[in-house]
């Protein structure tokens, strides 16, 4: 299996978002980014060698852990006010409980952000650590779970090999990697899509703007 989008270790990937100040902006950058998630799974070959169901669940199931790997990875600027806004939160107006969960869940994506950002993470580690993500072979209702560990499987020894080969000098960084991903989990998936997504979505349920993106892109 080869990750799709790999650029050469070093290569620079150019921002494709501009800078978002206003929880427009903010909204309008993250679906852009969803659309680019979709399209990265779409140009895995052994995603369609699933069974179509099984697509449909993988990606449901993955999209929001994705959607953070890919926040990090194009640098989306994660500011508090603007989070707080675009998620609907008034510290002035909201109870002290709304507010709390609010504010924790925030701040947990703010330190899941700067963690993975300090370990430097290269363009070929993050299609692998993508693939590690979406390729979850105890997700319920999967048909075919031993193939969704097949590939899981490949792409943890792939970013195994290539860290090894390309970061001689970090005998660890293979797993503190793969440390690091269960703490993507630390957010709902309802919680992602009421911070970035509020009111862009016109009461489309996330499963359907999913289905839509990965017909279209």
């Not at 990937?13 to 680019?36: C, D, K, N, Q, W």
């Not at 590690?132 to 999967?142: N, S």
């Not at 970061?167 to 503190?176: E, L």
């Not at 703007?209 to 279209?216: G, I, N, T, Y």
Request: hydrophobic share 40%; glycine share 4%; net charge neutral.
């Amino acid at each position: 299996m080869t990750p799709p989008h790999t650029p050469q270790h070093g290569q620079h990937v150019p921002y494709p978002i501009m800078y978002l100040g206003t929880p427009e902006m903010l909204h309008e950058s993250a679906v852009r980014i969803l659309f680019m998630t979709v399209k990265w799974v779409r140009n895995i070959p052994t995603f369609f060698d699933l069974p179509f169901r099984d697509q449909a669940i993988l990606l449901e199931e993955g999209w929001s852990e994705l959607f953070v790997l890919s926040i990090v990875q194009w640098n989306l600027p994660v500011e508090m006010s603007t989070l707080l806004a675009a998620a609907g939160l008034h510290p002035e107006r909201d109870s002290s409980d709304k507010m709390l969960c609010g504010m924790g869940d925030i701040k947990a994506l703010k330190n899941i952000v700067e963690r993975f950002r300090a370990a430097n993470i290269d363009q070929t580690e993050y299609a692998c650590l993508k693939a590690i993500v979406l390729f979850k072979p105890d997700t319920r209702g999967l048909r075919a779970p031993h193939h969704v560990e097949q590939l899981q499987d490949q792409a943890q020894s792939m970013l195994g090999e290539y860290d090894r080969q390309t970061y001689t000098n970090q005998q660890v960084r293979f797993g503190r990697l793969l440390l690091m991903l269960p703490s993507l989990r630390a957010l709902s998936a309802k919680c992602i899509e009421q911070m970035f997504f509020r009111g862009t979505l016109d009461n489309i349920p996330m499963e359907r703007l999913l289905s839509d993106m990965f017909k279209s892109a």
